[in-house]
């Protein structure tokens, strides 16, 4: 069954990518020969070298058969990245977005696969690693790229290489190292919007053994959005974090690299504007928690809130004051013994923890269905407290024909989960805590490695990993001061609930599920020339299964839900060539990717008015796409840069439920959060000027975004929840090495041309959709010292 199903992924992927890779593969090789004779490779100077750890090993990125994007910490200064957030200008086929919980916790999508719940229940589909340790919690993410060696973006499943399973893709953060030299910056920047900050780092060799650096930054923007109804000022940046890098040398086979990061941020949150409502669905929700008369009212209400929105987009009316606190810290070790120049021994431990707190209103609005039922949908008192441990060791090998690697990793997750709902209706229902206390753990054993055929350019690169992931959890739910469970049922043994019964009160309920898969990779490269690779690859891959949270039926609590799993091929070339005296690169893939069980969040009003939602394999879908990365080099101190992503993500099944429970089949709903089209666009031109004067630097970058749903399960009115696409600009003058020294100086505009777009929006299954506002234009000025 297996070999049938991968020659059915690969004759779609064939049919799908064939003519668009063979076309790049000849245009390539017509456009090498221009500029040197048949047969022998193009002499491309100039196109940097990039180093990726792709596979867990420092190779070029050109001989890497994945599709990586690979931007270096010059790059982030140069591009203005400052936050993850910004991460989405880089490659293509990637969305970073901020969440409604606000700008500490940002939501990655890559080829179609979305983050549903930051919960401890639920895997991400996208792991960021810093210094190879997985940070599975995405809160606390936005503010960690300062003093940066590189950001590499993977696409497609990881998992046979990496700690945690995933279907979508991984980012990997490399911070800059401690070197044996004194070196060091400090950076400030000033701009509109109150906008200020400072950041640098400094490198302390402490003689030949031993190498610290320390870096830091404190950042902070006013916000940019107003409440109507308060004067509350929203969707600000405000954080500081710090980190050291302590490297230990004591012998000439040895090295040992200690991390210690530390971010916090303290802001306003985030505001979701409600832009469109369904009026038989809010006046259904009326009459069900019989209110069936304000039903009218409340329509017209939130369309006058809407045409609000739309006259004066960045502000909003609430009822509520957002917030949103996060504070998290992590320490770290990578340990590496080169025990001959063919064997070495890796150790990689961390620790994390995280602590935040968040409300947001999810029904953006300030009505009510009556002063008695109170306000229709927010979230109170979110709290998140999680730390997470993780240990690998690798065996790393290296010879003639065949690299290899084999190692173990275990990662151990505990903390809790916890936030009241306000729900209209009844006044002494719509409160309900809920919440879950969870502990996750995984075990898993991997092998890969490439061989080098005696046919010169060609190879196999295969990996395997097997996975244990272990889930025990308390859930809670309440309704008012009754608990939301009435079950008598026997649960998982603990030692603090020796036979796991239902606890009344404080309403908890045990969860327990556990599941063993495995994931593969092989890959088929044949690197023609120096210049030249085309790789055929198929991967297996998956997420984890888990418990509910946040359950508000029994029957729902009583259901876990099973791993997600996709089978994926993808079709690839790297080329670096030359037309004339122009040097070209020009990478390229295609993929179809079968997705099976996969994980969504199901959400209705049932005929009692409570919203019912729980996580379910809801869904089965398949997923084609296409990615080109092109880098030109015109003339000297010119670069062109281009990138897109076409994702056509389609379910061939996918059920949810009626009002009464019934299930429905929703097929032919839109993939929520994902547009069809990224494109990204660069300009980087740098003039020297006379003498010793420096030089000026010119930067560009466009990106555009196709239109977006925000829902899974579309309403009445397919086309209510739906954000338009989007282009925006930014641009950035800087003089380097100002008069022969090492101090350089910028002014930048973002959003040049004060486009007003939306990045994301919600659903929360009550009539009515929410968005959030991009930033305005906003500009600044920065200057930076190097000694």
Known sequence: MMNICNFNLARRAARLGWMSLGTTFYAATALAQTSTSAGAPAAVSGLEEVVVTARRREENIQDVPVSVTAVSGDQLQQRGIQTAMDLGKLAPSLVVTQSPRGSNTPYFVIRGQRLIDTTLTIDPVTVIYTNEIPYMRPQGLNGGLFDIQSVQVLRGPQGTLFGRNTTGGAVLVTTNPATDRFEGNVGVRAGDFGMYGVDGAVNLPMGEKVALRLAGTDQHRDGYMTNRATGYKENELDYHAGRVTLALKPTSSLTSTFYGNYYASNTSGTSNQIFSVVPAVVQGLATQIGQAAAGPRLVQQMQNEIALNNASPYTYGSDMQPQDHTETWD?????????????????????????????????????????????????????????????????????????????????????????????????????????????????????????????????????????????????????????????????????????????????????????????????????????????????????????????????????????????????????????????????????????????????????????????????????????????????????????????????????????????????????????????????????????????????????????????????????????????????????????????????????????????????????????????????????????
Request: with cysteine; glycine share 8%.
């Open 331 to 787: 320490v770290s070790n990578t340990t590496v013994w080169e025990l001959n120049s063919a064997l070495s021994i890796k150790n990689i431990l961390g620790y994390r923890d995280v602590a935040t707190h968040s409300e947001w209103d999810l029904d953006g609005t300030q009505y009510f269905l009556d002063p008695q039922s109170g306000p229709i949908f927010e979230q109170l008192n979110g709290d998140t407290s999680v730390h997470q441990i993780s240990e690998e060791l690798q065996l790393l090998g290296t010879g003639t024909n065949f690299d290899w690697l084999v190692g173990a990793f275990y990662f151990h997750e505990k903390g809790r989960d916890v936030a009241t709902s306000i729900q209209g209706g009844d006044a002494q229902q719509r409160t309900r805590p809920s919440g879950i206390y969870a502990e996750n753990k995984s075990y898993s054993v991997f092998a890969s490695g490439t061989y080098r055929f005696s046919l010169e350019g060609l190879s196999l690169s295969a990996g395997v990993r097997e996975t244990r992931d272990e889930r025990f959890a308390y859930a809670h739910q309440q309704i008012g001061a009754a608990c939301g469970f009435n079950l008598d049922v026997t649960g998982p043994k603990t030692p603090t609930q020796p036979n796991g019964p239902l606890i009344s009160p404080p309403c908890l309920f045990p969860e327990e599920a556990s599941f063993t898969q495995p994931s593969w990779s092989l890959s088929l490269n044949y690197k023609l020339n120096d210049q030249f690779l085309v790789y055929l690859a198929h991967r297996h891959g998956y997420r984890s299964g888990g418990v509910q949270n946040r359950a508000t039926r029994e029957s729902v609590a009583l259901t876990n839900f099973n791993p997600e799993k996709v089978n994926d091929i993808e079709l690839g070339t790297k080329s670096d060539f030359n037309i004339g005296s122009m040097q070209a690169r020009v990478n390229a893939d295609v993929y179809y990717a079968k997705y099976d069980d996969l994980q969504r969040l199901v959400s209705f009003v049932a005929n009692t008015g409570t919203l019912v939602s729980g996580l379910f394999n809801a869904a089965a879908s398949d997923v084609k796409g296409a990615e080109l990365e092109l880098t030109l080099l015109p003339v000297r101190g010119l670069q062109l840069q281009a990138s897109a992503g076409y994702v056509d993500p389609k379910y061939k099944e996918f059920k949810t439920f009626s009002a009464l429970g019934t299930p429905t089949d929703i097929s032919y709903a839109p993939f929520a959060q994902v547009p069809k089209w990224t494109v990204n666009g660069g300009v980087a031109y740098t003039q020297p000027l006379p003498s010793t004067l420096g030089s000026l630097q010119f930067t560009y970058d466009y990106r555009y975004q196709s239109e977006i749903h925000v829902s899974d399960v579309p309403e009445i009115d397919p086309n209510a929840d739906r954000l338009p696409g989007f282009s925006v600009s930014d641009a950035r003058v800087g003089w380097n090495d100002i008069a022969g020294s090492t101090v350089a100086a910028s002014v930048f505009v973002t959003n040049v041309f004060d486009k007003t777009y939306f990045t994301y929006g919600t659903n929360p299954s009550l009539g009515m959709n929410t968005r959030q506002v991009a930033p305005p234009r906003m500009w600044g000025a920065e200057a930076r010292v190097k000694f």
